[in-house]
């Protein structure tokens, strides 16, 4: 199936315990760079040095952990119409709403719905383009490889989320045959393999763009991922979580889907991130890759060939 | 403008004039798999390693090096034909033609166009798909990360060429607005920065898929290349290249565009390769990048800030 | 303390469960080079590449994994009965004997001592040179930085052994003041941080020749470490181990003492291998660095800033 | 022959035509720390990060760029009284001179001497320790394995100096078997490789502490050069080199001598500087590598397999 015009998954809403901790964390130790704070405080955006729109991340205080929703910048104003005229039409998706222009800061409207593994999802066309300060005579002009003053693990982009939920089907056919999604790798338990219990699904030449694994549970996200450039990076990731005494969950190590070189961490409220480089390039035309449940293990920890404890137990 | 469906360059026919030579450089030096040749000896097909299609390249002895045509995958018959009424409506293209299945092994009916600044291009849908070799428990089973028995640089991919033509205008508004590709960056002269002497274009979140400089010829090649994984793979490159006397052009080094980190050199008949990591995520919705001609030192070569003689002046 | 004449570890000789699996994962995984067999097939002797001695490594079939003994090179014949006299002299050592030449292949006479710690351990200052094959045009002339042909992971050298036994204090004091090694790192107990539990030593620039944990044994052997060049060949150690159903311990990893970038991992007879890079350069007048016991965790793995389960409990 | 106890390059006096260039260059842009600056504020000293000992680089204002001095710190002060005497007693040098301790801020006394390709070099036994910042309970107390506060390109160590001079024979015969050097790597002109134009001398495990090339000049500096990590760090120093418009001589590329992983770059002043990373372990009992004349250009750029223009004729 050809692109339908999802471009990527443009921002996160994570709730954390202590916002002052989390700003924190997310500036300091990821290196995410803060672009806008509610005027009452109450949220706080940022993005990754390397990502141009005004931003990637919204981290709101609340009581409980976790994913607010998961929204994906589409490449027009009637891309969006007619995907959320499909959404609404396909009978998967629940809770469809428009939110308006500047609920989110410098964002225009977005649609938004709830899939059937129970998160909430949105859609959108249009947030202000602020730059990555790389241009050294004008925002896009001339510029260098990337901008100065960078701190901490100087997180590239925001890039994906893997999530649990339990209606795997119901999602994947979603994202799949509604949003045009292609499957890059599963995950697939039974004695025939027939059943599918992880699902890697991407719109893009990434290996991923979100992620699925059937879980009991409804809305749950396991991480926000976010881009390194390369493998050293990965290690002086690790680095820096271990002197600021950030708790790592796993790694520095490769998954075996999609081949990224990983480390998994959590920021204060219990959210999981993720740091990785590498992977390769997808296309639509590309077989799916099958990992059968027996290798699960290598699937996801290729290293150690089997799971943490954490990896199935720990999620918000 | 939203995604037409071209999906990637898919192959390069590169003219040379030993072809036992040539064969001996791409398959052991760049480390190419050879895929197939014709019964007469004529043609050779390969690919990179991490490449599921049936080949990415064609070599071909002639008396003159170049390159003979460049082919797009699309992603699927239905765009096959409606791109290729689309390039022949445009008024942009000369010597259109279809090229019957076959004529390139396991591949499907080609459209074959000439751009403006004289290149051959070619649109097609179909190529057998004979995978990677990671795979463990079948084609696309329980893969491991990279195959056994890899040789040379081991290249992963052909990735884009760099050609030189004379119309720019009329090649950038074909690949524009006829094939939706976006402008990830421009190279612009003048007092007043509006005459644009190169330009790269990307149909996928790669930062270039094709570039094309200005220059009064027709139909050239400044260079195929080809993907490398890591930085330190480019070093081991320069390191194959120096011990088997293949002779290097420039590098190991950064562009300042795509801010790739390259290194390139010859094949025995001159015509110029790259293999290359790194380079930024590029959507559509990404401003174009401009570099004035003042800078195009450090586009170029973002290390030594100035062109090397070669690089102007050499191509095939 | 000056410099005695101990030039590096030369050799480590290790008892394997089955040569055969033994010689496979030596030089298949790990990559090392075989130089020798003995004429009864009982001893198998290999060298990392970047390795110009004949061996360094003694693989010899037997009921009991575990170490025989380590060998140390010296700066010639002169410091070898020099430095034989002040073991003896020391009254630090046991068992000590001479070795006649040739009882290893292509190797000098050999004075063999016990330390306090149970472990065997060698002087010898003659070793027949066979080079690292980067020559090209002779031995030592005009080399390329690597040799061409090698093998799975590739290791460059035989690096250091950390060694479990009970009279630490007696082996550091044999290594500091009679063998003239400086105390690069410590691992100190107690409240006082008086009660040194680890030592890491260094006859040379590099972090550690050897080091032992106090332990409450005799003669064993947690890791027989060797080189890597960089982080990248970690991970790619870590994809080969993984692809070879070799049994992966922990890692990639930092380790805090040392700082090198690691993975440890089995033979096949349950000897623990490491392959590392990084760390730094050491110099006799560098303080040394003391890591209290509340710091264990994180001056073993840096990043986890734990011990895993096996890193006490399983040596050989 | 032994070690005679000379422990490294402990510093090296840069005569600079700006000193606020220069402090701006070397803390900014190579990422040195200043330690001290003299009263008058004529000579300020720095250091790379993870050198213990106060300072390794001295600028000093004047009205010509090169090499003041380079010292050698000794492993004590009896090494620093006997190797003096060597050094009066060989007659090869020249200039023999003991300057009082004080004189280099936190540095004890010094044997100068000059050498007979007309450069002045000093040993020393004494200088303060103030540490690398990296302890977390104490100076040398359960380390990260790198500061915070890193600037610019952040430099590990000051690590070797390459001069050029005449007398190319006297000066190694000095180093070699007055002062213990071994001779790592050597460049052989002449139809029988007998005639000496280049020699890489090593005190320690490096491939070289020091390196000559035969000149028709006296007390010339080619470059002093600095250590850093990874590869990728050097092309992250190429980056900050460019950004900062600091000229680039050559590089990132390798060296075949050394294997060093290198870029070469001038300070304010046309003194030219390297950091490069990698190289193998140095030991006296390592076979020489003899580089013939005619393999100098991949001897010296191994990649490009020539000479630059300015390797031979630019030099302060």
Chains 1, 2, 3, 4 share one sequence.
């Not at 969006?80 to 428009?98: F, I, M, N, R, Y």
């Not at 059937?116 to 260098?144: F, Q, R, S, W």
């Not at 045009?180 to 393999?193: C, I």
Request: hydrophobic share 40%; charged share 20%; glycine share 10%.
């Amino acid at each position: 199936m050809a692109s339908t015009g999802v471009l990527r998954p443009g921002h996160v809403a994570l709730r954390v315990l202590d916002l002052a901790a989390a700003i924190e964390h997310y500036t300091k130790v990821l290196g995410l760079i803060e672009t806008a704070r509610d005027p009452a405080g109450k949220r706080v955006f940022l993005k990754g040095w390397d990502e141009h729109d005004h931003h990637s991340v919204v981290l709101r205080e609340a009581d409980e952990s976790g994913m607010d929703f998961l929204g994906w910048k589409v490449d027009g104003p009637a891309t969006l119409k007619a995907l959320a005229a499909d959404v609404e039409a396909s009978g998967l998706a629940t809770e469809c709403a428009w939110i308006p222009a500047g609920d989110l800061p410098e964002t225009g409207e977005r649609f938004r719905f709830t899939i059937p593994t129970g998160h909430v999802m949105e859609l959108y066309a249009e947030k202000t383009v602020i730059g990555n300060g790389c241009g050294t005579d004008g925002p896009d002009v001339n510029p260098n490889p990337w901008p100065d003053g960078l701190v901490g693990i100087a997180a590239v982009r925001f890039d994906h989320c893997l999530l649990y939920g339990d209606d795997l089907d119901g999602t994947v056919k979603l994202f799949r045959d509604v949003l045009g999604f292609g499957l890059a790798e599963q995950v697939m338990a039974g004695p025939n393999h027939d059943f599918m219990i992880g699902a890697f699904l991407s719109c893009s030449n990434k290996a991923h763009d979100v992620a699925f694994i059937r879980q009991p549970v409804k809305g749950k996200i396991h991480h926000a991922s976010f881009l390194l450039n390369s493998w050293e990076q990965v290690l002086r990731a690790g680095d820096i979580l271990s002197r600021t005494h950030t708790s790592i969950d796993i790694g520095p190590t490769r998954h075996g889907i999609t081949r990224g070189e990983t480390i998994y961490f959590f920021d204060p409220s219990g959210n999981r991130n993720e740091v990785f480089s590498g992977g390769y390039t997808y296309y639509p035309d590309k077989p799916t890759i099958t990992w059968t449940e027996a290798e699960l293990g290598p699937a996801i920890f290729y290293h150690d060939r089997k799971l943490n404890e954490a990896f199935l137990s720990v999620f918000t």
